[in-house]
């Protein structure tokens, strides 16, 4: 693949993202924290905050791709896991301090979705299963069909009815569809 267009950095509209496959973007890390480096005003402190998640990012590869499936862990071992995991939240953290930072300010720097939370769950039973074996973006397609699901469930319930309410709606839908 190609990584030399503009627009996989920035879209025509909407917030900036990195747009390609998980293998080809995963292997940008290195150049993307030298250049931040490089390039960044050391008395930003948001300019700072940017730089330890892109080296948090880096170090969360790094051990990923150490102990992979490819070299027989089917799981992160105890260390790494503890430290796979304080990694993530430190850059769920720092993405949605930046994310407010910017919303002020109204640049458009990146949106926190729910990808942040299963990739978050994902590190977080990384002593069980490695994330490399599991796919928290299956099923994106209809990801945003099952948000206006669920928004649609939390009107007039408790937070713990919600999750009920849209599995019989799902349920009724297919059912209408004749898939069950």
């Not at 948001?46 to 590869?61: D, G």
């Not at 993530?88 to 994310?99: D, E, F, I, R």
């Not at 002593?127 to 206006?148: D, V």
Request: proline share 3%; net charge positive; glycine share 4%.
């Amino acid at each position: 693949m190609k990584l030399d267009k503009l627009t996989m950095f920035q879209p025509k509209k909407g917030y900036p993202k990195l747009r390609g496959r998980a293998s080809d973007i995963a292997g940008l890390a290195h150049c993307m924290f030298d250049l931040w480096s490089h390039y960044m005003d050391q008395g930003d402190q948001h300019h700072l905050r940017i730089r330890l998640f892109l080296k948090l990012n880096l170090e969360l590869k790094d051990i990923l791709e150490t102990f992979s499936p490819t070299y027989g862990h089917t799981a992160l071992p105890e260390p790494q896991y503890t430290k796979a995991f304080q990694g993530g939240l430190s850059m769920a953290q720092l993405h949605k301090q930046l994310n407010e930072h910017f919303e002020a300010t109204d640049v458009i720097f990146s949106n926190v979705t729910s990808k942040t939370h299963f990739a978050w769950h994902s590190l977080q039973f990384s002593n069980c299963i490695h994330p490399f074996l599991i796919w928290c973006y299956k099923g994106e397609s209809t990801m945003r069909r099952a948000q206006i699901l669920w928004k649609s469930c939390l009107h007039g319930s408790k937070h713990w009815q919600a999750s009920k309410k849209a599995a019989w709606k799902e349920r009724h839908l297919m059912w209408m569809q004749c898939k069950i």
